[in-house]
Structures are given as C-alpha cells and as structure tokens.
C-alpha cells in the first residue's frame, strides 16, 4: 500500500533542489584539486553510498524511513540522493586540503558525522525524511562514521592503486 | 541453505574478479562499478514498487540474499565481463564472452526467482535477459567513455 505523507510541492522539494544547486556551484568554484575521473568518483561515492541506505533500509523487509511526499519512488526521491554526491567531495577535498594525519582522522569523521546528523535533522524537519518502524536517529551517527571512514580508506586505497598503475 | 549459496557465489565472483587481469584501472573500475551499482538499485526499485512486475521478498534472511545479488554479484559480474571483453582481441570470442556472462546473469535472475527472493508477477526470463544485456552494453559503453577520457595531470593526494 503507498503511504502518502503530503503531496504539496513545499519545503523538502526545495530544500533539495536549492541545496543540490548551491553544492554544486561551489564544487564549480572550488580551486580544482582533483582529475576529472577522481572528480566525479568523490562525488559519485555519495550517491552510491547514500541511494545504497535507501534502496536497502528504506524498501522492503526493513521499511525504517520513507523518503519525500509518498511511499512510492519519485523524481524528488532521486534528487535527494544526488545530493549526497557534493557532500562526499567536500568530505574528501577538505581532507586533502588539511592534509590530516593520525588521530585527527578521528576528529574530523566525528565532525563531520555530527554535520550529517545536524542536516538529517533538518531534513526530517523539513519532510525528506519520515521514520518509521521506531527508527531512531542515533543510529544515523555510527552509519554517517563508518561510511565517511571507508571513503577515507577508498580514497588511501586508490592512492596506492593509481600511483602502482603509473 | 540459500544465504550460504548465496555468500559462495558471491565469493567466488569477487575472487575471480580479483585475480583477472583488468584493462580499467582502479579509480574507473570503482565509477563504472559504483554506477552499475545505481542502476541496478533503481531498476530494481522501479520494477518492485511502481511497476509491480515483480515482488522483493518480505523475509530478512532472503533479503540480504537479494542485496548480495543486486549490490555484489550482479555489478561484479558486469564489471568482469567489461574488463575481460576489452582483453579479448577477436569479434568471436567477445561475443562468446558477451554469451558466457549473460548465461551467467540470468543464472543469478534463476536462483532468485526459484529460491523465492524475487517473485515475477508481470515478468519472466526473457525481459531479465533484455535487461541484463542492457546492463552488460551500458558497462561496455561507460567503460569506452572513461578509457577515452585522459588522465589529466593531479596533484591527486599531494594536499592543496
């Protein structure tokens, strides 16, 4: 049965669509730091990070969250998932940048795990998100840790990689 | 029995994808997998919730059995099939390649129509078939874009 939660077009449409135009104008800004494949690889590890939890957790047997105005999958629903691509390249570009080493790997996947919580917030506010099944969001935070974590190792791993291909 | 058949599968495919040789490098094996990935969950999505021609399993233990197949050995074997199909010289032999991963893709829709993972309500083996062959030519096509695309000079990992 699709469980319909509004149907106006209202604040999650445009929280998606002004954040989604906002990130990447300042991907376009940016200094250019990145190959155009290492490029759309960071921005495209979001998305498939972010459409993996909501293709798997979200649907069928483990139904926690609904996504947008309905049950059913919707344009909007695909937008919102694309948004998560720019926040995997400024994940990945500010690490570089800050050229971080040891504990402060610690520090800046805690950071920006709280970022991720604090915008999940906004977003269950504003109706992209709507739990259920008593899915609660403390579990986003270890999720938020451990995937910006294996972006960390995925983006060592292909350190290594590239420069053996050289 | 259908979880371990499934993780077995699944290892092999990784493994095998491990030791072949590869024509992509790391970074454009990781995209072309990654959005092999997108595609398949999409698909997969749109047929079960707003096309309903097909039905994903209600049961927990079988679900992971249908991610391993849609996130692991599906986009793994596409990912092989593209990095062997460009090792290959002769027009013969790719197509036997093509043949060889289709039979194999379609033995993956196989296992999980009977083991009761997916229920075909307005579909069967020969749209699967029309569907796993666009996903093998869409992987040989992204795979053509990225070897064209040149390695442009980086300062990849050297911090701003």
Same mark, same amino acid.
């Given at each position: 049965?699709?469980?319909?939660?509004? *149907?106006?077009?209202?604040?999650?449409?445009?929280?998606?669509?002004?954040?989604?135009?906002?990130?990447?104008?300042?991907?376009?800004?940016?200094?250019?730091?990145?190959? $155009?494949?290492?490029?759309?690889?960071?921005?495209?590890?979001?998305?498939?990070?972010?459409?993996?939890?909501?293709? &798997?957790?979200?649907?069928?047997? +483990? @139904?926690?969250?609904?996504?947008?105005?309905?049950?059913?999958?919707?344009?909007?629903?695909?937008?919102?998932?694309?948004?998560?691509?720019?926040?995997?390249?400024?994940?990945?570009?500010?690490?570089?940048?800050?050229?971080?080493?040891?504990?402060?790997?610690?520090?800046?996947?805690? =950071?920006?795990?709280?970022?991720?919580?604090?915008?999940? +917030?906004?977003?269950?506010? !504003?109706?992209?998100?709507?739990?259920?099944?008593?899915?609660?969001?403390?579990?986003?935070?270890?999720?938020?840790?451990?995937?910006?974590?294996?972006?960390?190792?995925?983006?060592?791993?292909?350190?290594?990689?590239?420069?053996?291909?050289? | 029995?259908?979880?371990?058949?499934?993780?077995?599968?699944?290892?092999?495919?990784?493994?095998?994808?491990?030791?072949?040789?590869?024509?992509?490098?790391?970074?454009?094996?990781?995209?072309?997998?990654?959005?092999?990935?997108?595609?398949?969950?999409?698909?997969?999505?749109?047929?079960?919730?707003? #096309?309903?021609?097909?039905?994903?399993?209600? @049961?927990?233990?079988?679900?992971?059995?249908?991610?391993?197949?849609?996130?692991?050995?599906?986009?793994?074997?596409?990912?092989?099939?593209?990095?062997?199909?460009?090792?290959?010289?002769?027009?013969?032999? *790719?197509?036997?390649?093509?043949?060889?991963?289709?039979?194999?893709?379609? $033995?993956? @829709?196989?296992?999980?129509?009977?083991?009761?993972?997916?229920?075909?309500?307005? +579909?069967?083996?020969?749209?699967?078939?029309?569907?796993?062959?666009?996903?093998?030519?869409?992987? =040989?096509?992204?795979?053509?874009? !990225?070897?064209? =695309?040149?390695?442009?000079? &980086?300062?990849?990992?050297?911090? #701003?």
């Amino acid at each position: 049965m699709v469980k319909v939660y509004e *149907r106006a077009f209202d604040a999650n449409e445009w929280f998606v669509l002004a954040n989604l135009l906002v990130s990447l104008i300042l991907i376009w800004k940016l200094p250019i730091k990145f190959s $155009g494949l290492e490029t759309t690889v960071h921005i495209t590890i979001g998305i498939f990070i972010g459409m993996f939890f909501d293709h &798997t957790i979200s649907v069928g047997a +483990w @139904d926690y969250y609904g996504v947008n105005d309905t049950s059913k999958y919707q344009f909007i629903d695909f937008l919102s998932y694309i948004m998560y691509g720019p926040y995997s390249y400024f994940f990945i570009y500010l690490y570089v940048k800050l050229n971080l080493k040891g504990y402060m790997n610690i520090l800046y996947v805690t =950071l920006w795990s709280i970022l991720a919580v604090v915008i999940e +917030w906004f977003s269950v506010k !504003l109706g992209i998100f709507h739990y259920e099944k008593g899915y609660q969001m403390a579990w986003s935070f270890p999720i938020y840790a451990f995937v910006q974590t294996l972006q960390i190792m995925f983006y060592k791993i292909s350190l290594k990689m590239e420069k053996g291909n050289e | 029995m259908i979880l371990p058949a499934a993780i077995v599968i699944a290892f092999y495919t990784l493994s095998f994808f491990f030791f072949i040789e590869k024509k992509l490098s790391f970074l454009q094996n990781s995209l072309v997998l990654m959005l092999i990935s997108i595609a398949a969950r999409n698909y997969t999505t749109i047929l079960a919730l707003q #096309l309903k021609w097909i039905h994903i399993t209600e @049961d927990s233990i079988l679900f992971i059995v249908f991610l391993i197949h849609r996130e692991i050995i599906g986009p793994f074997l596409v990912l092989m099939f593209i990095n062997i199909y460009w090792k290959t010289p002769s027009g013969v032999k *790719r197509i036997t390649v093509f043949a060889i991963f289709l039979i194999c893709l379609l $033995g993956m @829709d196989i296992f999980s129509s009977t083991s009761g993972v997916i229920t075909y309500l307005n +579909w069967n083996l020969l749209k699967a078939g029309i569907g796993n062959t666009a996903f093998l030519i869409a992987g =040989l096509g992204l795979s053509k874009v !990225l070897m064209y =695309l040149m390695q442009e000079s &980086t300062n990849y990992g050297k911090g #701003l």
